[in-house]
DNA sequence: GTCTGTGAAGAGTTTCACAGCT
DNA sequence: AGCTGTGAAACTCTTCACAGAC
């Protein structure tokens, strides 16, 4: 099978949302069309991707959404649960673990990690506050396979390294700093401070070509 | 000038962040390695994008770390501070207004909006709740020229066109689904749900190809 | 020798055009 | 007719190779 592109995947979550609200209102039958119009891509890049895993669709017809929900469910690992653990239990980690859409995915979060002292055993929103240095034990104790690093930027490379040598995986970072991690753990970015600027560049360069 | 690709504007502001940097620890040159292992990025990356917008080394010596700093301030749009408004006063939204990048590099968040009546009125972290039916007056007030969407995905689109309607042309979004705007306002994506889904499908597919 | 700046080549991604099934 | 699936073309982005400045 041809290498699969990471915008592939991204959209690929994308139809899937699309596929669940379809779904939900009784929709059986969908075109690519529809699909690339919800997700603002063209029809032929929807039928791409899709072709990258096999052939889901009837020609004349188009793709039976429940069917397709579930070949890209297994496509992306969410036909089945996955532990999560949040490492840094200040306003964004705290906030993400109310985040519904992790839950109706199958992201649970199952602990959060801090290193200070006063919050080390305490409760948010129903889950545990762990000191970070028992990252490795609880992490195999509780089964955790992803690493959600929320704390400052610079405690943000120690903090990976830790979650690597527990035998997470797979992380994601939202500390603005960009972080190395072996080649068999899989690092995802998001960082909000870059599309905030990405946006002020936006303006001012409009400004600019106006004038 | 020829037009610019959304990820060279992604990693002005990665460079930006680690120009900060060499700045504070007293570096007063660097090279467009030093910068691209910062940012593991090719050396030759660094100075492409760089020459997008000037020509800002010196050959045989590198670049200037705090002009260097100002002139991606300036293209950037740091040089100058930015009022912007966070739209729904959940736990993701609240916890933004404390993000520290972001006041930082001149973001203030000025005002939460939403329409919970009996959250509106209330102050979180120093900021006043108001009502999203107040939009297009206090943006004007306050010269709002930015927006955070924080609300649930299917009232997304109502409160983007609102946004829009209030004269703003910057929308960064939270929300995970797909928003329309007319092509005059620009809308960024944050859909941390896609992120993870990502992880999932590369724990997922790695599986795969070891068996 | 060191390091920047850049046209040209290469790699990767999207779109086109159309064959093929219902 | 309507819609999928796909090789080929077009386009975009990254890397190479090297000229030019210190």
Redesign the interface.
């Known amino acids: 099978m041809a290498k699969?592109s990471?915008s592939t995947?991204?959209r690929?979550?994308?139809y899937?949302?699309s596929l669940l609200y379809f779904d939900r209102n009784g929709m059986e039958m969908v075109s690519s069309k529809a699909l690339a119009e919800?997700?603002?891509v063209t029809p032929v890049q929807v039928r791409k991707d899709l072709s990258c895993f096999g052939h889901f669709g009837t020609r004349g017809l188009g793709y039976n959404v429940s069917q397709l929900r579930r070949e890209i469910a297994k496509?992306?690992?969410?036909h089945r649960n996955?532990n999560?653990a949040i490492i840094g239990a200040g306003?964004?980690g705290?906030?993400?673990i109310?985040?519904?859409?992790?839950g109706e995915?199958g992201?649970h979060i199952v602990a959060l990690f801090d290193r200070n002292p006063e919050k080390i055993g305490q409760i948010r929103r129903r889950v545990r506050v762990y000191d970070i240095g028992d990252l490795s034990k609880i992490a195999e104790e509780k089964r955790i396979?992803?690493a959600i690093i929320a704390v400052?930027?610079q405690s943000a490379q120690a903090v990976v390294d830790a979650v690597v040598t527990s035998g997470i995986?797979?992380?994601?970072n939202f500390a603005?700093?960009?972080l190395?991690v072996p080649k068999?753990v899989?690092l995802?970015n998001?960082?909000?401070?870059?599309?905030?600027?990405?946006?002020?560049?936006?303006?001012?360069?409009?400004e600019l070509t106006r004038s």
């Open positions: 699969i990471e995947i991204r690929l979550s994308k899937y949302r919800r997700n603002g496509i992306l690992g969410l996955w999560v306003h964004i705290t906030a993400l109310s985040y519904k859409e992790f995915q992201f396979e992803m400052p930027a995986k797979a992380i994601l603005p700093t960009n190395s068999d899989t995802r998001v960082n909000m401070a870059v599309e905030l600027e990405g946006l002020s560049y936006a303006l001012v360069s409009k």
